[in-house]
């Protein structure tokens, strides 16, 4: 066991509550949409910091769960999330694996990739081709135009061409073809990376909302990022989560709704990532290995 000196032990506590504090900061909002969202409005008001309930009122979370649009935009943006991210994976993974081994063209495609990666087409060249293919007003709308990442495919090819060429020889020699040898041989051994970037992709997805605004005029298919923008950012809080005939007056204080509304939005992903956590932290190191 190595020796460690006074100055290693204090220089070490300095670092743990600079991070402990750098913590803090971040998970103060955290606790206090939490509290706020299960308090009673008169407890809100009576405090200017509020980390705990009081107590403990659960009719904003009452009030968004009986809300049909609520419950929609959360399955329309679970559909997004899961077909998109399942999208991106696929074409950002096949077209990094032939990126990765020798093919012709080879230098001509990687470089209309960076090219994309330090050039963008622009918002009005983008709505224009989204509207003249017909994916207004379309879940598609949400996924077909960021089907690859640029950063992530340059990242993923770095990966694949770690992988030693004969692995590909061997499948090739025992009567494999390419697309045989890339699913029953390389995606296997690229779980780590693909899960690092399908939370990448899943994230994105999930937290997307100004696609949404662009794209979607039924408010139908709204995601959930566009509903929290109404009611967080517009304050629409009565029509958008519910028909316009209800009564105002049974509703919850907006400010515990808009609380309630960003924790039950926020929450699925925070689910997902600890799952996640050990294949994301091993998958970026694999990807960043050049070849």
Known sequence: ?????????????????????????MLFPFFYIFAVSFSSYADYLSS????????????????????????????????VTIIGTAVNLAMTSTMAYALSRPMLGQRVYLMAVLF???????????????????LINSLWALIIPTAISPFN????????????????EASLIDGANDFQTFVKVILPLSKP?????????????WNS????????????????????????????????LQNFELLAELEPPPVTIQMAAILLATLPIVIVYPFLQKHFAKGVMLGSVKG
């Open 48 to 79: 200017n910091i509020l980390l705990w309930p009081r107590e403990w009122v659960t009719d904003a979370y009452q009030y968004i769960l009986s809300s049909q649009n609520f419950i929609r935009s959360l399955w329309v943006t679970a559909y």
């Open 153 to 168: 495919l340059i990242v993923m090819r770095q990966f694949f061409k770690g992988i030693p060429q004969e692995l590909n």
């Open 116 to 134: 994309t990666f330090l050039f963008s087409a622009g918002l009005i060249p983008t709505y224009l081709i989204v509207k003249e293919t017909g």
């Open 193 to 205: 990376s693909l899960a690092a970037f399908g939370l990448f992709y899943s994230v994105s997805h």
């Open 209 to 240: 909302y100004f696609s949404g605004v662009l794209y979607l005029n039924d408010p139908a298919k709204w995601p959930i990022q566009v509903v929290l923008r109404q009611i967080v950012i517009l304050n629409e809080t009565t029509s958008t």
């Open 1 to 25: 066991m190595l020796h460690r000196s006074t100055a290693d032990r204090i220089a070490d506590w300095i670092n743990y509550l600079v991070l402990a504090f750098i913590a803090a900061t």
